[in-house]
């Protein structure tokens, strides 16, 4: 955490304090709404707003045109202790409106109505087409100066650390819809660096659907709500999504990550993110490298399992933005690796005949490993969600010197569309003067008036030359950090609707994938393609995904059409023959244990020493407890009180990575919402504890003892032990046997 952040974070505790006196649960449970702890009667005497909670932060206090004002963030915010209209006049009542007579109509001069009502309707802005559903993140990113030989970019430099805000979203669903749909996942970020603010506009897969932007209309339209009853939403599970990828088979290789265990991320904190396209970078001596990003989660990258993730939808649609809130609040940091695979600035554009253009295409890192060049840090939740999550405005064409952009054709439709949705979402030109969307460096571009214009210009020669305001601005040379294009060669052919051959193949790379998958990961894209194909309506539609399947792997399109009950085509050419890439696969490594959330279920009166004990273990290892008890309330209030997080009645296994059963009976029969824990949580191959008493609950629920993932100890604290090795690698995959 930076130091300014820090500052902030202390003195805004200090505030509650002072105010409310330092009464904040210390249990490290995260999930408290606000900075104070409120009361039951309701407070009369005026005082000023409270701060942010010290884990919430907001844009950094910049003036409209990029120059560092010193002023808290605070001043940001609403001030004063009394209720006011938007020009600051003092109002004595808003429940009622002004009337002639208590009975009487209400009086056109109402003023306070007539604000507070308009401004409510019009609180909503235009959600975004794609990417509607989003959460994010400030943070900040530290260059470790491994990329100076690539790149001129001030911010990679070593140690020097830049602000940043991250955000991230699913595409297809709308802003009121759940989490955890399968669905390709946005990352995107926003670098505030000294020279300007850069955009890495990436997805959590590094391919996609199609080569050119001109199609983008069309598979989002495919994706999207059948236009007749608007459903199903935040679903590709549907005809005209499998119409258009069936039909149109560049599309193949992004589909096939969609329907493997990457479409249903266990969290955002979990995710990978890749910049997609291929960019270029610039050095000092203007040499240019080709290069992919990447994005390396510190906790590795992990799912959820299909029945899970549909039962997140239903009983916490908030999942993945709580996680990341959460995770934040308890000081549970999520980290990235910003890392680059690099390759030769060729005319051919072309690695290991791979198009580097071509953004279906994928280099594996075992051809050009991925080189790290920073570490990025998320340390504080936004303070609003509207002025900064929602109005957060990303564009591929914020760059830097020492960036630039590729001829990749997708690419290049992405730096015309991103302006022009802004326009229309945030009303017009001045959205980058929006506090979020502010730059850190100074601005001078001469550009004037148009609605929402918040910068008060001054000088009366907008224009360049000009001698009225003594030449000002001025043109920047390279040697005073000017951003110059590359210079590159731009070939003298004929204008043509094409492509290059090279972006005629569209399968080889997604048997490159499959055959990357361990045996647990195939099955889930089996079962993938068999619900999604399965909800298709058209016999034809399915028929044709077959085909599709059939160039991929004969094993996966006998399988699915076995579940579709439709015969397996045989493949239209002969299958490629790549060599698999290990590290696309999830499965097989290990992983620090930072926020994962614990479970540590009691019946709330037997060996309580022993669930303070593994509590504050858990807590210790950088986890989060959460004690499950029949009822709420606080257990053993006359001894060393313990709060209970969550009931019999509102747990449920979607929360917890592992489960502990503290050392009690739990009678005969065992509760049943108990049994359905459990149940639940071994089907979704999760890590379960027990000691003593304990044990006598797994029967009940169809669970052995000795069943891979299921440990035992003389106590919590050592059972603990055996389920955090477990948790190292997410899963207990041993739980699911390849089927023959």
Known sequence: MSDKKASIRAAAAKAVGAVLGDDRPKDGVPGKPGSGAPTVEER?????????KADQSGPETVSPT??????????????GPYLTTAQGARLYDSDHSLKAGPRGPVLLQDHHLREKITHFDHERIPERVVHARGAAAHGVFRGYGTASNISKAAFLAKDVETPVF?????????RG?????????????KFYTEEGVFDLVGNNMPVFFIQDAIKFPDIIHAGKPHPDREIPQAQSAHDTFWDFVTLHTEATHHTLWNMSDRGIPRSFRMMEGFGVHTFRLVNAEGVSTLVKFHWKPKLGVHSQVWEEAQMTCGFDPDFHRRDLADAIEAGAFPQW?????????NPEQMFEGIDLLDPTKIVPEELAPVRTIGLMTLDANPSNFF????????HVGNMVPGVDVTNDPLMQGRLFSYVDTQLTRLGGPNFPQLPINRTHAPVNDMLRDGMHQTGVHRGVAPYRPNSLDGGCPFLAGEDTGAFIEVPVEVPQSRKVRDAAASFDDHFSQARLFWLSMSPVEREHITAAYTFELGKCYEQAVKERGLKSLARIDAQLCEQVATGLGLPAPAPEEPLADPRPSPALSQVGK??????????????????????RAVRQAVLDAGMVPLVVAPSGGRLDPSGDPITVQRTFATARSIEFDAVLLAGVPYGDPVDSRVVLLLSEVFRHGKAIGVWAGGRSALPAAGVSADAPGVVGGDSGVATLEQVKELLGTHRVWDRFPPSA
Do not use: H, Y
């Open 337 to 345: 690796e910003l890392g680059v695979q690099t390759f030769p600035d």
């Open 166 to 174: 991250v955000r991230f979203s699913t595409v297809l669903g709308s």
């Open 66 to 79: 990029g120059q560092a004002t010193g002023d808290n963030p605070a001043r940001m915010a609403q001030s």
């Open 177 to 189: 819809s759940a989490d955890t749909v399968r669905d390709t996942r946005g990352f995107a970020t």
């Open 44 to 52: 009369t005497a005026p005082q000023d707003p409270l701060p942010p």
């Open 590 to 611: 290990v992983w620090p244990l930072d926020g994962r959330v614990v479970a540590i279920v009691t019946d709330g009166e037997s060996d309580l020493d022993g669930v």
């Open 387 to 394: 002025a900064e999550t929602e109005q957060v405005a990303f």
